[in-house]
């Protein structure tokens, strides 16, 4: 399946269900993957406004920030996630996100 049919299938899916987050990111993702990362950038500020428990937006919205040079943005975004993780007591994600963090910090200097 090449990445205009990803695209299409997608979007039939999110017009099937379109409170579906998972769906929601799957479609910022094949954003990204377009090249149009502010688009992807966009639908991913909108789950996290949406649920911010849904931890998976935060990974991908930081590093998406730190990609397009934006830190002050890449930093809210994994510190938000951090917290969200400890609450959620998801410590494989708080790792996770704690590394990036710290990938990030590294990159601003």
Do not use: C
């Not at 399946?1 to 017009?15: K, V, W």
């Not at 494989?92 to 990938?103: A, H, P, R, S």
Request: glycine share 6%.
């Amino acid at each position: 399946m090449n990445a205009n049919d990803r695209f299409e299938e997608i979007r039939r899916m999110l017009a099937e269900e379109p409170d579906d987050l998972f769906l929601h990111y799957a479609m910022a993702l094949e954003y990204v993957r377009l090249g149009e990362p502010l688009q992807g950038i966009g639908i991913l500020k909108a789950i996290r406004e949406k649920d911010p428990s849904y931890l998976p937006v935060y990974m991908k919205l930081g590093t998406l920030y730190e990609a397009l040079q934006q830190y002050p943005e890449a930093l809210e975004v994994l510190e938000a996630g951090i917290r969200e993780a400890r609450i959620q007591q998801q410590f494989k994600t708080l790792g996770e996100l704690e590394q990036v963090l710290q990938m990030v910090r590294d990159d601003m200097e």
